[in-house]
């Protein structure tokens, strides 16, 4: 069965340190994996595909298909940064999201 | 463009009373899917419409429902409201055919049950 795993429901770091947001999956096939974030009073919204191999706002996510793992990384942390983070899989049309890991950038 | 929108905002209701949500997509897209997100749960998986047909269904009890019309609306209706029902209800449209998998999400529907 899919799965997605967020191990952590909060995370402190501080700025300009780095930052790394787990994720676990489980799947059988080949998966489609992204990370979602909702910054405060917005909507939730797409961060980045592992298709895509792109970083967007400094985070990087590369997929580990040996340890089932899809982390969010970002070298030098930010206050914008402050925000909820989902990890997702796609599988037939349908998405399967972690239970979230809210991220704190202490100034 | 317009963004998904959803209502009603915010409503409540109490246990036993049934509860219909309406989402409307963004112009062109065809799929539209809800989910239900709680503190605890994170976003667990509703259902997915995609051209008027129910083409995915997660795990929740049979009170949950939902229907898309011809325009790709789309509505949820929750019958025989629980406590637990209470969460914020999101819904997200996507092109959901020959796509990238990126969802464009509402601001959601806050139902609370007393």
């Known amino acids: 069965a899919q799965r997605v795993t967020q191990p952590e429901k909060l995370l402190s770091v501080f700025k300009g340190a780095p930052v790394e947001l787990k994720c676990n999956y489980s799947?059988?096939?080949?998966?489609?994996l992204f990370w979602y974030v909702q910054y405060s009073r917005q909507r939730l919204q797409l961060l980045l595909r592992?298709?895509s191999r792109e970083s967007i706002k400094g985070f990087t996510a590369d997929l580990n298909k040996g340890e089932t793992s899809f982390h969010l990384k970002k070298p030098f942390a930010q206050e914008e940064d402050s925000a909820m983070y989902y990890c997702?899989?796609?599988?037939?049309?349908?998405?399967?999201f972690g239970t979230g890991t809210s991220l704190t950038v202490i100034p | 463009k317009a963004g998904v929108t959803q209502t009603p905002r915010y409503l409540i209701k109490t246990r036993g009373q049934q509860v219909t949500l309406s989402c409307s997509p963004i112009?062109?897209?065809?799929?539209v899917s809800w989910y239900q997100q709680t503190p605890g749960q994170g976003l667990q998986f509703l259902f997915e419409?995609?051209?008027?047909?129910?083409?995915n269904k997660g795990n929740f009890p049979g009170r949950f429902s939902g229907r898309q019309f011809s325009n790709s609306r789309s509505e949820m209706n929750v019958s025989t409201l629980e406590l637990g029902d209470s969460a914020l209800y999101l819904c997200?449209?996507?092109?959901?055919?020959?796509?990238?998998?990126?969802?464009?999400f509402g601001e959601g529907s806050r139902l609370t049950v007393l």
């Open positions: 997200a449209s996507s092109l959901g055919q020959g796509w990238s998998g990126e969802l464009f």
């Open positions: 799947y059988s096939g080949s998966p489609e």
């Open positions: 592992h298709i």
């Open positions: 997702a899989l796609m599988s037939s049309n349908q998405f399967y």
């Open positions: 112009s062109g897209h065809r799929s």
């Open positions: 419409y995609f051209s008027e047909t129910q083409r």
